[in-house]
């Protein structure tokens, strides 16, 4: 049963990990590129909108779209860090061989 939840962990850990990358990508992208109707905006927007959903129902208002990605990032980078160390603390390795 540990070694399951350990893969779920795991899982948890590299899909958090690729959100921050993708949403790394579309705030450096943003800030490149300002015409709102550029097809690489409309790309990252496809891309990272299952990653901001979550975070847009628990804002309340309108949010630009800038700090809802931010805040998406905070919030993944959160959940990569518990993940680690829940990893850490499941697989009972010390930080120290890490």
Same mark, same amino acid.
């Given at each position: 049963?540990?070694?399951?939840?350990?893969? @779920?962990?795991?899982?948890?850990? /590299?899909?958090? /990990?690729?959100?921050? /990358?993708? =949403? #790394?990508?579309?705030? *450096?992208?943003?800030?490149?590129? +300002?015409?709102?109707?550029? +097809?690489? =905006?409309?790309?990252? $927007?496809?891309?990272?909108?299952?990653? %901001?959903?979550?975070?847009?129902?628990? *804002? $309340?208002?309108?949010?630009?779209?800038?700090?809802?990605?931010?805040?998406? @990032? #905070? /919030?993944?980078?959160?959940?990569?860090?518990?993940?680690?160390?829940? %990893?850490?603390?499941?697989?009972?390795? $010390?930080?120290? $061989?890490?």
């Amino acid at each position: 049963m540990n070694g399951f939840v350990l893969q @779920l962990v795991v899982l948890l850990r /590299f899909i958090c /990990f690729i959100a921050l /990358f993708y =949403l #790394m990508l579309h705030i *450096l992208v943003a800030r490149i590129i +300002k015409r709102p109707e550029h +097809k690489v =905006l409309w790309f990252f $927007s496809v891309l990272t909108g299952p990653l %901001t959903r979550p975070v847009r129902v628990w *804002l $309340s208002g309108d949010v630009p779209e800038q700090r809802l990605r931010w805040i998406a @990032l #905070m /919030f993944y980078g959160v959940l990569w860090l518990v993940a680690v160390a829940l %990893t850490r603390l499941l697989s009972g390795s $010390s930080p120290q $061989s890490l």
